[in-house]
Structures are given as structure tokens and as C-alpha cells.
């Protein structure tokens, strides 16, 4: 009887124990929306461990200083503050946590302060909301940091015998995978040759644009932005990963890529689902088996996408090699021709760029076009930068962008402060760690508060305020080792997509600002952010978009 009382209660803690953790470490497998949870394995007892060690501080190496200088108490988690497992439990479940991560990261950040631990059953996570202890943490990292458990990701690749991508692979796996991609897209320069390419799909979502908004029957508005710019997100890293077009600008979206993006809706729609599906004990799966089979389902088609557009590139190549041809092209062709990874690895790589590529952009586009609207005298300077840069009609490349010092700080501005569209990142430790005075044990999950620091007035004046001209002062606001705000990540397991993000929504929005006047539509109301494993619009965002060559002078 005891034995059955007390079996409802671990399942209970264990499910607890994967969700809560997932949700906290919003980003960590997954990174871009993700899916399973699995508990963290940081046993209570390890928590007690370096309790009242004593440190000398570095200063206190002579006698002199000894002498002055007072023994620093490395302090035990049991020490630090934070919320509790029962607190967490009220808060996730009874007032909608999971859709407000990032306010409750300012509001544990402010209650406990800028590292706080959450205690999940018998396991923890650290919260660590301080620019330069983030900093710490990043820059001790070893040679292959790991983000968080991706057991759930695993699994369905032993399943199914596929290879691991950048972000589900791990040690020395994942660093021959990254030392051969980061050669490729890493730097600006790498990705400039794909300006043609990305301008190609501008063109369309400009064309877009006007369509969508002749539908309606003010003739300016285009409702949802944020359906346009997925479409466009997604139809411009096809562009670069599969080198091809999909046709998702197109007014018939072809069947297959349809097909394509409802698995990736269903990835991403059913987030707490697929959360659940690594968050649920193996064994529980017989009687609660949707969220594990939606999460096959959906990485079935991702993978069934990818391999399409794969092998018919890799049938392309053969085919002009037998026929003597030179063989050209971008990325993929390049990954085909030297094979430095092997095809299941190039599958694998492309399906998790393509997932983490779109929402990111996506989401951020939005927001950015949203604060636009919001502020006409900055978009206004910003298309007056555009316009005296560029002269009337260029289309922009990537080798005028550093021209365009506000374009960059409008997405400095929106992706950086705003809306980091990951608003956490996590990490594991992989070493015994101090970290603002705590023993941290190795093996314990971190998760570092970007949303907080990038909206801490301490590291950005006036925080709150929407101001893209911040980036263009050469203060210390834009250094590369700001860690207020490193929306892509730091080191060596960052961002591989930065670049080719960066590239289009830098093209997409210097062109619509030359094209259009973005104002925010009547039938939009106040869209404030609500987190769904990323930082997204808690509804939909209608903007108008009026043509320039409609506006009259007075108008302007
Ligand atoms: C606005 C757009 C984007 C944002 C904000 C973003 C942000 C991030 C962040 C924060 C990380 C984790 C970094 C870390 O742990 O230090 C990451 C990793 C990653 N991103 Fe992005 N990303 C974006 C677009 C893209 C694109 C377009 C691609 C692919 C074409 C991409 C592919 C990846 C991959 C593969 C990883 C895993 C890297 C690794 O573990 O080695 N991302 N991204």
C-alpha cells in the first residue's frame, strides 16, 4: 500500500522536476523553441558539498596584505536564495508561468537577486542575472561547453539512426562538426556571398507585402506580420542551407513545403507537448503516449525535408560530374563535395539550423517592424540614414550594412534589448565553479538571465527606452564583450547562424524601410511579449505598411 501511495507521488516529482527545469532553462536543448524536458541530475546532497570553505582572495598573498585583508567564505548553495519547489509549483501551473518566463526572471532576479537558485524536488537550477558573473562563467568555459540534458533528442535519433546536428551533439562529436562549419559561416565576410541570394527572396517578401496589404480594405495593412516574416525567415535560410527556393512567398505554398512547415508548427505550436514528451518518464509513455509520438512526428518531417532537399542537391553534383562540369555553389555544395562530415551528419546539421533559424528571425523581425511603428521620428531617422547612405533606389547589400551603423542598432536594439528572442540560455557546468561567492558543483544547470541583464539599468541607461542610436555611440554599450546583452550566445558554442540572421533581417529591413512608412494598424492593440520557449508577440502584430511613394511631403 505504501508502495502504491508512493508511486503516483514520484511520477508526480519527476514530472515536475523535467517541466520546471525545462522551463527555466527555456532555451538550453533546444535553443529555439524546445522540446523535451529530462531532470537535470543534481542530487540535493551536492548541494552541502565546499559548505564554509575558506578562500584567500588573490590579494591577500603577502604578509602585509594578510594581515588587512579579511578571509572570504566561499558560501554553500544551501545558502543561496531563491524561490521554492512549492512557490515554483504555484506559480508555473496556477498563474501561467510558462507563458511569462522572462518577467519572472525580473521578478526572482529583484525578490533574491542576480543569482538565485530554483529547487525543483530534489533538483536545482542556478539563475545567474549578473552581467559580469555571466561573463565569468562564459569565458571559463573549457573546449566543448554543453547547454543542457538533451536525452530526448538523443533517443529519437538512436530510434530512428540518424546523426546528432551543432545543437543536440556534445563533446568531441560536436567540436569536429563546429570546427568544420565555423570555417563556412562564422564571420560577416563568409556569409556577404550569399547577399544575392537573400536579396532574391527581399524582393519576394516586398512583393508580399503589397499583395497582402491590396487584400485589405484599407489597402496598407498586412495582418500578422509575424506570419510573413516565418515565411520569409524560413524561405531565406532555405535559400542558403538547401540552395533552392520553397515557394513560401509565393501565393500556392507547393504542397511539400507545407507539409514541412506543419511539422515545424507542430515542433513549435505544441511546445508545452513536446516538452512534455521528454519531461514523462520512459515507462509512462504507454498510458500518456501523445507528446512522445507528436515529437517523433514532428522531427520525422523535419528530417524528411532536409533529406529531400539534400539528396536531390548531392543528385545535382553527381550528375554534373559526370559530365565534366565545374561544380559551383554555396554551403551545402560545399559541405557535399568535401564531405569533411559525413551525409547523415549534413542531414542533421541542416535539419537543426533550419528549425533554429526561422522563429529567431521571424520573432525579431516582427518585434523590430513593431517598434518602428511604434516610433515614426526613429524610423524616420533611420530611413533618412538609408536613404543619404544608399541614394534613392539601391538595393542594399551586405557590403554597404556597416554603412548603415542604424540599421545595425535598430536590430542591436531590438534583439540585443528588447526582445531577446531567447531570453536564457543555459549551460552545464562541466568543472567545480565559484560564482559570486557560491560553490557551484559540477554537473549543475545554469541558466544565464539575459532578459534581465539586457534590461538592467545598470548596464543599459534608461533600459526601457526604445533607442537604436545607443549602439551607434561608441560607448561601451557595443563591445563585443558586453555581456549585458549577447542575444547569439559567446564562445565557442555560439550562434553558428548569427551571420546569415543578421544578413537577412538587415537586408529585409533596410528594404522595407526604403519602400514603405510602417505605421501600427488600428486593429492592432498593445502586444506585449509572452514567452513559448522563445519570446514571442502574445498576439498578433497588424501593421500598416504605407508605400514612400504615396507620401507627400507634409505627410512625411
Ligand atoms: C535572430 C536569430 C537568432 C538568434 C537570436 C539565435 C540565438 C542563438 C543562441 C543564443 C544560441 C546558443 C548560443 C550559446 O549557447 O552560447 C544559438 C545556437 C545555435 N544557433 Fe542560433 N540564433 C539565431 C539564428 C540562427 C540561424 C539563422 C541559424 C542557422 C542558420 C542558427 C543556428 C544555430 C545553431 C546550429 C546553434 C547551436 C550551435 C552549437 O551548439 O554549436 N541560429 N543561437
Given at each position: 500500500m505504501a508502495m502504491l501511495r508512493r508511486f503516483p507521488i514520484t511520477c508526480w516529482k519527476n514530472f515536475q522536476v523535467g517541466l520546471l527545469n525545462e522551463q527555466l532553462v527555456f532555451l538550453s536543448r533546444s535553443l529555439h523553441k524546445s522540446a523535451a524536458s529530462e531532470a537535470l541530475e543534481i542530487p540535493a546532497t551536492a548541494e552541502e558539498a565546499m559548505s564554509g570553505r575558506l578562500v584567500q582572495p588573490a590579494a591577500a598573498e603577502t604578509d602585509d596584505k594578510q594581515s588587512t585583508v579579511s578571509e572570504t567564505r566561499i558560501k554553500s548553495l544551501t545558502e543561496m536564495p531563491g524561490p521554492n519547489t512549492l512557490s515554483n509549483l504555484i506559480e508555473f501551473f496556477w498563474r501561467d508561468g510558462f507563458g511569462r518566463i522572462h518577467e519572472i526572471q525580473l521578478e526572482h532576479t529583484k525578490k533574491y537577486g542576480k543569482i538565485f537558485k530554483s529547487r525543483f524536488g530534489p533538483q536545482l537550477v542556478v539563475s545567474i542575472a549578473d552581467r559580469d558573473l555571466v561573463a565569468e562563467v562564459l569565458r571559463a568555459e573549457g573546449v566543448a561547453p554543453q547547454r543542457a540534458n538533451m536525452e530526448s533528442w538523443h533517443e529519437y535519433r538512436d530510434m530512428r539512426g540518424r546523426a546528432t546536428g551543432l545543437i543536440s551533439a556534445e563533446g568531441e562529436e560536436w567540436l569536429q562538426m563546429r570546427s568544420v562549419l565555423r570555417q563556412l559561416i562564422m564571420r560577416p565576410r563568409d556569409v556577404a556571398v550569399f547577399s544575392d541570394d537573400v536579396n532574391k527572396v527581399v524582393d519576394d517578401l516586398i512583393k508580399r507585402v503589397d499583395c497582402l496589404r491590396g487584400q485589405q480594405s484599407d489597402g496598407t495593412s498586412v495582418m500578422n506580420v509575424n506570419d510573413l516574416f516565418f515565411k520569409y525567415a524560413m524561405e531565406g535560410v532555405a535559400a542558403i542551407l538547401y540552395e533552392c527556393r520553397l515557394g513560401c512567398l509565393e501565393n500556392n505554398v507547393p504542397q511539400k513545403t507545407q507539409d514541412y512547415i506543419a511539422a515545424l508548427n507542430l515542433m513549435f505550436s505544441s511546445f508545452k507537448t513536446t516538452m512534455y514528451a521528454g519531461a514523462i518518464p520512459k515507462w509512462l509513455r504507454p498510458i500518456i503516449p501523445k507528446p512522445w509520438e507528436e515529437f517523433c512526428a514532428s522531427w520525422d518531417g523535419l528530417f524528411k525535408f532536409s533529406i529531400i532537399h539534400v539528396d536531390n542537391r548531392f543528385a545535382e553534383i553527381k550528375a554534373q560530374l559526370q559530365r565534366g562540369e565545374e561544380v559551383k555553389g554555396g554551403l551545402l555544395t560545399h559541405m557535399l563535395t568535401t564531405m569533411e562530415m559525413s551525409l547523415e551528419e549534413i542531414y542533421a546539421n541542416v535539419t537543426e539550423m533550419l528549425l533554429a533559424g526561422v522563429d529567431t528571425t521571424s520573432f525579431t523581425l516582427s518585434w523590430a517592424c513593431y517598434l518602428l511603428a511604434q516610433h515614426p521620428d526613429v524610423q524616420e531617422q533611420i530611413y533618412a540614414e538609408v536613404t543619404q547612405t544608399l541614394g534613392p533606389g539601391t538595393v542594399p547589400t551586405a557590403d554597404n550594412v556597416p554603412r548603415l551603423p542604424l540599421i545595425r542598432g535598430l536590430v542591436k536594439e531590438t534583439l540585443s534589448r528588447l526582445f531577446p528572442v531567447l531570453p536564457g540560455n543555459g549551460r552545464i557546468t562541466q568543472d567545480d565553479l565559484v560564482v559570486g561567492g557560491y560553490f557551484i558543483p559540477k554537473g549543475t544547470q545554469l541558466a544565464l538571465c539575459h532578459y534581465s541583464t539586457s534590461m538592467d539599468n545598470e548596464n543599459f541607461a534608461s533600459a526601457s527606452e526604445f533607442q537604436p542610436d545607443r549602439w551607434v555611440r561608441k560607448e561601451a554599450t557595443d563591445r563585443v564583450d558586453n555581456f549585458g546583452s549577447i542575444p547569439f550566445g559567446y564562445g565557442i558554442r555560439s550562434c553558428i547562424g548569427r551571420r546569415i540572421a543578421e544578413l537577412e533581417m538587415h537586408l529585409a529591413l533596410t528594404r522595407l524601410i526604403q519602400h514603405f512608412r510602417i505605421g501600427v494598424s488600428p486593429l492592432t492593440t498593445e502586444v506585449k511579449a509572452k514567452t513559448h520557449g522563445l519570446l514571442c508577440p502574445g498576439a498578433p502584430i497588424n501593421l500598416q505598411f504605407i508605400g514612400?511613394?504615396?507620401?507627400?511631403d507634409s505627410s512625411l
Amino acid at each position: 500500500m505504501a508502495m502504491l501511495r508512493r508511486f503516483p507521488i514520484t511520477c508526480w516529482k519527476n514530472f515536475q522536476v523535467g517541466l520546471l527545469n525545462e522551463q527555466l532553462v527555456f532555451l538550453s536543448r533546444s535553443l529555439h523553441k524546445s522540446a523535451a524536458s529530462e531532470a537535470l541530475e543534481i542530487p540535493a546532497t551536492a548541494e552541502e558539498a565546499m559548505s564554509g570553505r575558506l578562500v584567500q582572495p588573490a590579494a591577500a598573498e603577502t604578509d602585509d596584505k594578510q594581515s588587512t585583508v579579511s578571509e572570504t567564505r566561499i558560501k554553500s548553495l544551501t545558502e543561496m536564495p531563491g524561490p521554492n519547489t512549492l512557490s515554483n509549483l504555484i506559480e508555473f501551473f496556477w498563474r501561467d508561468g510558462f507563458g511569462r518566463i522572462h518577467e519572472i526572471q525580473l521578478e526572482h532576479t529583484k525578490k533574491y537577486g542576480k543569482i538565485f537558485k530554483s529547487r525543483f524536488g530534489p533538483q536545482l537550477v542556478v539563475s545567474i542575472a549578473d552581467r559580469d558573473l555571466v561573463a565569468e562563467v562564459l569565458r571559463a568555459e573549457g573546449v566543448a561547453p554543453q547547454r543542457a540534458n538533451m536525452e530526448s533528442w538523443h533517443e529519437y535519433r538512436d530510434m530512428r539512426g540518424r546523426a546528432t546536428g551543432l545543437i543536440s551533439a556534445e563533446g568531441e562529436e560536436w567540436l569536429q562538426m563546429r570546427s568544420v562549419l565555423r570555417q563556412l559561416i562564422m564571420r560577416p565576410r563568409d556569409v556577404a556571398v550569399f547577399s544575392d541570394d537573400v536579396n532574391k527572396v527581399v524582393d519576394d517578401l516586398i512583393k508580399r507585402v503589397d499583395c497582402l496589404r491590396g487584400q485589405q480594405s484599407d489597402g496598407t495593412s498586412v495582418m500578422n506580420v509575424n506570419d510573413l516574416f516565418f515565411k520569409y525567415a524560413m524561405e531565406g535560410v532555405a535559400a542558403i542551407l538547401y540552395e533552392c527556393r520553397l515557394g513560401c512567398l509565393e501565393n500556392n505554398v507547393p504542397q511539400k513545403t507545407q507539409d514541412y512547415i506543419a511539422a515545424l508548427n507542430l515542433m513549435f505550436s505544441s511546445f508545452k507537448t513536446t516538452m512534455y514528451a521528454g519531461a514523462i518518464p520512459k515507462w509512462l509513455r504507454p498510458i500518456i503516449p501523445k507528446p512522445w509520438e507528436e515529437f517523433c512526428a514532428s522531427w520525422d518531417g523535419l528530417f524528411k525535408f532536409s533529406i529531400i532537399h539534400v539528396d536531390n542537391r548531392f543528385a545535382e553534383i553527381k550528375a554534373q560530374l559526370q559530365r565534366g562540369e565545374e561544380v559551383k555553389g554555396g554551403l551545402l555544395t560545399h559541405m557535399l563535395t568535401t564531405m569533411e562530415m559525413s551525409l547523415e551528419e549534413i542531414y542533421a546539421n541542416v535539419t537543426e539550423m533550419l528549425l533554429a533559424g526561422v522563429d529567431t528571425t521571424s520573432f525579431t523581425l516582427s518585434w523590430a517592424c513593431y517598434l518602428l511603428a511604434q516610433h515614426p521620428d526613429v524610423q524616420e531617422q533611420i530611413y533618412a540614414e538609408v536613404t543619404q547612405t544608399l541614394g534613392p533606389g539601391t538595393v542594399p547589400t551586405a557590403d554597404n550594412v556597416p554603412r548603415l551603423p542604424l540599421i545595425r542598432g535598430l536590430v542591436k536594439e531590438t534583439l540585443s534589448r528588447l526582445f531577446p528572442v531567447l531570453p536564457g540560455n543555459g549551460r552545464i557546468t562541466q568543472d567545480d565553479l565559484v560564482v559570486g561567492g557560491y560553490f557551484i558543483p559540477k554537473g549543475t544547470q545554469l541558466a544565464l538571465c539575459h532578459y534581465s541583464t539586457s534590461m538592467d539599468n545598470e548596464n543599459f541607461a534608461s533600459a526601457s527606452e526604445f533607442q537604436p542610436d545607443r549602439w551607434v555611440r561608441k560607448e561601451a554599450t557595443d563591445r563585443v564583450d558586453n555581456f549585458g546583452s549577447i542575444p547569439f550566445g559567446y564562445g565557442i558554442r555560439s550562434c553558428i547562424g548569427r551571420r546569415i540572421a543578421e544578413l537577412e533581417m538587415h537586408l529585409a529591413l533596410t528594404r522595407l524601410i526604403q519602400h514603405f512608412r510602417i505605421g501600427v494598424s488600428p486593429l492592432t492593440t498593445e502586444v506585449k511579449a509572452k514567452t513559448h520557449g522563445l519570446l514571442c508577440p502574445g498576439a498578433p502584430i497588424n501593421l500598416q505598411f504605407i508605400g514612400r511613394e504615396n507620401l507627400t511631403d507634409s505627410s512625411l
